[in-house]
């Protein structure tokens, strides 16, 4: 069983709205997790890195939160952009000294003008 | 600083080949982590090496095989291809001495497998 779970596994909203992405995980210990945005046919780029201490962060329009305690996390994507149509992934860093990580599936956004 | 390259960007094989990936890391990384991505998986590890060493390695079979070179650029094998080999390749490389290293992503090699 996968981890890292996201959800919804795709969605489709218009220009200038805003949407919620999650990712809950199982990983434990915990270290860190990131958000990574992929564009099609390109690898993917950090959006932001939550640790342990912090509930949010934003990076321009990109707002992540995490609860530890539920170990849940969120991407809120505001006043959404035609560029902001890509897959969002989850990713996770377990907190011991092997290094692991453990992927979600991803989000596919897709944002209709 | 130039970012993470890799070569080829498209391949195409058929089964029962072998065939060599490469990854240039961004210069001063010393991690280079391997990564298949097909659409029904999402993104699944494959190995790590740092200061060529493996340091971690996912759960692919044995046909999956990668080296790290003195100047941190890395090769991943694959042999005995299969049509389930087919998939986006990503190497990303990263400084590797911290958790919180953020990892750099090529733009990946698409393998298909005929």
């Known amino acids: 069983k996968n981890q890292v779970e996201q959800s919804p596994q795709s969605l489709i909203i218009l220009e200038g709205k805003n949407c919620t992405l999650q990712c809950n995980y199982t990983v434990s210990p915990f270290s860190n997790l990131r958000w990574y945005k992929q564009d099609t046919g390109r690898g993917p780029v950090s959006l932001t890195i939550m640790t342990f201490s912090e509930n949010t962060k934003s990076n321009g329009r990109y707002t992540a939160t995490l609860d530890a305690d539920t170990k849940q996390s969120s991407l809120h994507i505001t006043a959404s952009q035609l560029s902001d149509s890509a897959s969002y992934i989850c990713v996770v860093r377990q907190g011991s000294n092997d290094y692991k990580l453990s992927f979600g599936a991803g989000t596919t956004v897709t944002v209709r003008a | 600083k130039a970012g993470v390259t890799q070569t080829p960007r498209y391949l195409i094989k058929t089964r029962g080949q072998q065939v060599t990936l490469s990854c240039s890391p961004i210069s001063g990384h010393r991690s280079v982590s391997w990564y298949q991505q097909t659409p029904g998986q999402g993104l699944q590890f494959l190995f790590e090496y740092f200061s060529e060493t493996q340091r971690n390695k996912g759960n692919f079979p044995g046909r999956f095989s990668g080296r790290q070179f003195s100047n941190s650029r890395s090769e991943m094998n694959v042999s005995t291809l299969e049509l389930g080999d087919s998939a986006l390749y990503l190497c990303?490389?990263?400084?590797?001495?911290?958790?919180?290293?953020?990892?750099?992503f090529g733009p990946g090699t698409r393998l298909t497998v005929l």
């Open positions: 990303a490389s990263s400084d590797g001495t911290h958790s919180y290293n953020e990892q750099f």
